[in-house]
């Protein structure tokens, strides 16, 4: 009774300290969960904008391949490929972000993951087979050679000995280099090449097929040989072993031949003969 009392007195808001020890546990709790809540919210958030960074499609090209990937007046870069990778990442649910880089880096972006595709008019070739995988085909090209009009080079043998132009890194490249007593002249676009033909500097050119009748058509005095180097097969580019990529694309490439789409984009861009 005693201690009661003096409990009482002593302590006349007992009862609510008591209370309030909890409510401010209750308080801890509180801020604890707010605290929980917010790391929670921190992950979600940051998983969303890892989703948001999947929900892209990088890809590799070197815009300076006409009418594969070249940039228009207005600087922006658009072709075959573009237009290709534009609707497989929109079957993808993804959103299209185009790295614009010299073309003999593209392998490298694509086995490093710094892009998820290369697209670039990039020849199936065993050599790149060792640091990337590629999808099916999407289209077939060749190489030809452009010479000057009058030139003494009428076919493919005769560029033995002769000084060649390529740009670095490509097919043409690895030719010329296959050549007889050829001097190659490696430029960093294929129109640099050109223009050293222009300039006499170079005997011949090889390169891709569909840029090289841009690059004839827009400049006098050049001509294609009829006949052609190589044919090869275009692809795109993934990392060595992401199949899980790799199969997502070649099934939105199967769609967008079936369904004609790819001879639409093609068609637009190389007016047939
Ligand atoms: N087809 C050739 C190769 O794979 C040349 C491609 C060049 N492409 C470009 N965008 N510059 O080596």
Not at 124 to 142: C, G, P
Not at 190 to 211: H, S, T
């Amino acid at each position: 009774m005693y201690l009661h009392v003096s409990y009482k007195y002593m302590f006349p808001y007992g009862r609510l300290t008591r209370r309030v020890v909890p409510a401010e546990r209750g308080m801890i709790m509180k801020k604890k969960l707010t605290l929980v809540f917010a790391a929670a919210m921190m992950i979600l958030a940051m998983a969303g904008c890892g989703k948001e960074e999947s929900k892209t499609l990088v890809m590799a090209t070197n815009a300076e391949f006409p009418p594969y990937e070249y940039r228009d007046d207005s600087q922006n870069i658009v072709g075959i490929d573009v237009e290709i990778a534009e609707a497989i990442a929109e079957k993808m649910g993804r959103e299209l972000k185009i790295e614009d880089m010299a073309f003999e880096s593209i392998i490298t972006a694509v086995s490093t993951g710094k892009a998820d595709i290369g697209l670039a008019g990039i020849t199936v070739d065993e050599d790149r087979l060792e640091f990337v995988d590629f999808s099916d085909s999407y289209t077939t090209a060749a190489q030809v050679i452009i010479v000057k009009e009058g030139s003494a080079v009428a076919a493919p043998a005769d560029l033995e000995g002769k000084k060649i132009g390529v740009q670095l890194g490509t097919t043409g490249d690895m030719y010329a280099d296959d050549i007889a007593d050829a001097t190659v002249e490696r430029y960093n676009k294929g129109f640099e090449a050109v223009q050293a033909l222009l300039q006499d500097k170079i005997d011949a050119v090889i390169i891709d097929r569909e840029p090289a009748k841009v690059f004839v058509s827009e400049n006098e005095g050049l001509k294609i040989l009829d006949e052609e180097y190589t044919l090869e097969d275009y692809a795109i580019a993934v990392k060595k072993g992401n199949t899980e990529l790799l199969d997502e694309i070649n099934e939105a490439l199967q769609e967008l031949k079936d369904s004609g789409e790819l001879q639409k984009i093609i068609d637009k861009y190389i007016v047939a003969e």
